[in-house]
T-cell receptor, first 114, second 115 residues
Framework: NAGVTQTPKFQVLKTGQSMTLQCAQD?????MSWYRQDPGMGLRLIHY???????DQGEVPNGYNVSRSTTEDFPLRLLSAAPSQTSVYFC?????????????FGEGSRLTVL | AQSVTQLGSHVSVSEGALVLLRCNYS??????LFWYVQYPNQGLQLLLK??????LVKGINGFEAEFKKSETSFHLTKPSAHMSDAAEYFC?????????????FGSGTRLSIRP
């Protein structure tokens, strides 16, 4: 039972570099999302998608891009990394209409930008 | 608009003692309320949820929470703490039948257990 799988688990970048955080789920969930977790701030929504081909911005979208070409995958792209993007990133999925409000989370990707 | 406030960023209890983690919410509509737990180096997982049925909700690992509308609270309790309960706990709120993108998380409470 894989659930939500995130890669990589750890990454160190230099300012200005780009990278993609991968997220895949095998539960056929329509809804997928990316959060960042910072100390004392809880989880903040970056981008989300309600189905293939549909994405929207969350609370803190600046500096991040997403796309949703398949139901299973929802990658998060950092185009030009900044130290302020040092954080732990979580991908989460949900099935609208079932288990309302229950998000299934990946194990997280810890990103450090120097 | 909805919001959630967790009182106390860090709570420390002795093994075997009562665990009480506080959560107060604000919502313009009858809310759905959740507690999530995050063990070290892991993602969040649902502990329990209130979706307008019974006001006392039982979750996994012996935790329970009571929805009190008059106090706008949804505190999490466990009668006897175990070392394995050490984790960070997040309270969350949403409106019924709304998109998961509308779930609002609190800032979290780290629970430590003293031997």
């Amino acid at each position: 039972n894989a659930g939500v799988t995130q890669t990589p688990k750890f990454q160190v970048l230099k300012t200005g570099q780009s990278m993609t955080l991968q997220c895949a789920q095998d539960m056929n969930h329509e809804y997928m999302s990316w959060y960042r977790q910072d100390p004392g701030m809880g989880l903040r929504l970056i981008h989300y998608s309600v189905g293939a081909g549909i994405t929207d911005q969350g609370e803190v979208p600046n500096g991040y891009n997403v796309s949703r070409s398949t139901t299973e995958d929802f990658p998060l792209r950092l185009l030009s990394a900044a130290p302020s993007q040092t954080s732990v990133y979580f991908c989460a999925s949900s099935s609208p209409g079932k288990n309302t409000g229950e998000l299934f989370f990946g194990e997280g990707s810890r990103l450090t930008v120097l | 608009a909805q919001s959630v406030t967790q009182l106390g960023s860090h709570v420390s209890v002795s093994e075997g003692a009562l665990v009480l983690l506080r959560c107060n919410y604000s919502s313009s509509v009858p809310p759905y309320l959740f507690w999530y737990v995050q063990y070290p180096n892991q993602g969040l997982q649902l502990l329990l949820k209130y979706t307008s049925a019974a006001t006392l909700v039982k979750g996994i690992n012996g935790f329970e929470a009571e929805f009190k509308k008059s106090e706008t609270s949804f505190h999490l309790t466990k009668p006897s703490a175990h070392m394995s309960d050490a984790a960070e706990y997040f309270c969350a709120v949403s409106a019924p039948y709304s998109s998961a993108s509308k779930i609002i998380f609190g800032s979290g409470t780290r629970l430590s257990i003293r031997p």
